[in-house]
């Protein structure tokens, strides 16, 4: 069975500006549909950034900016 | 010497809808009693949660910067978490604080500046609606398949079920047709029969 390869979101992510809790709209990009947090070969960010983009993304959940299930 | 601080802080869209400089005073004089030094306090924005926190749909959001003196943070956060106007909060420590946000926050100091009430909650948050609506439309086009292939599959067991009666309908008369042609006439099978008893074939005799 042929394995389905997904695209990464971008190209040199870590050059975008610093990753922050209240750009959803920047956030939402690095969001599955059904909420879940993409993999590192998706976003593909460094371990540092991926590390600062899920502290990101489970802050605006603390604060119902983003779901935790959509 | 404090730590800076910001602040975020989910504020009860009853209590802002009643006045919003009272709401404000809720958080500043809290922030203050605990020997804080606000340097901005304005409102971020007013929207949906994603999901519903004490049973409200919508709420205000507050985002400060202040500095607080070391040791006073967990007073801080026991006052905000007895407070019932406050529905969540996250505080984190940062270096400095924005060169955009004390314009945006003298911009609504302004006494000119009026802050609109919030709309009320309504049943269920915008963005819910529209996954519910996704869903939905999905699950109808699946339906819609589903019941297009059921439709194509009767039409196609009608067919078959016509042409297995026509058949059934031809067969009888082309046996009619074929049986006399099959069978012998009366005068040669006769003739074969009378030369099968005799023995004789026409080229012995």
């Known amino acids: ?3 389905k390869k997904t695209l990464p979101i971008g190209s040199n992510n870590c050059d975008d500006p610093k990753i922050n809790y209240k750009d959803l709209e920047y956030l939402g990009k690095f969001l599955t549909p059904q909420g879940q947090i993409v993999s590192r070969r ?3 960010f460094c371990t540092q950034c991926q590390k600062e983009l899920k502290q990101a993304i489970k802050r605006a959940r603390h604060l119902a900016l983003l779901p935790f299930v959509a | 010497m404090g730590q800076i601080y910001e602040g975020m802080i989910l504020l009860d869209n009853n209590v802002v809808r009643a006045d919003w400089r009272k709401a404000k005073a809720i958080v500043t004089d ?5 020997e804080a030094t606000i340097h901005t306090a304005r409102r971020w924005d007013e929207r949906a949660l994603a999901y519903p926190i004490k049973g409200n749909q919508r709420a205000t959001y507050f985002l400060s910067y202040f500095e607080l003196p070391n040791g006073h943070s967990d007073e801080l956060r026991r006052a905000l978490d007895l407070n019932a106007s406050v529905l969540r909060y996250l505080f984190l420590a940062v270096d400095e604080v924005p060169e955009e946000e004390s314009d945006l926050a003298s911009a609504e100091d302004d006494s000119a500046h009026t802050v609109d009430a919030p709309p009320a909650d309504g049943p269920r948050p915008t963005a819910f609606d529209e996954i519910d609506e ?3 439309s999905e699950r109808q086009r699946v339906r819609d398949e589903e019941d297009a292939a059921k439709a194509a599959a009767a ?3 009608a067919e078959s079920a016509e042409k297995s009666d026509s058949d059934s309908e031809a067969k009888p008369d082309s046996e009619a047709d074929s049986a006399p042609e099959s069978e012998p006439k009366p005068e040669e ?6 030369a099968t008893s005799d023995g004789d074939s026409p080229q012995e005799s």
């Open chain 2, 155 to 157: 039409e196609r067991d």
């Open chain 2, 134 to 136: 996704a869903r939905e």
């Open chain 1, 42 to 44: 998706r976003s593909n």
């Open chain 1, 1 to 3: 069975m042929p394995i």
């Open chain 2, 189 to 194: 099978a006769a003739a074969t029969t009378t």
């Open chain 2, 30 to 34: 809290t922030l203050t009693k605990y």
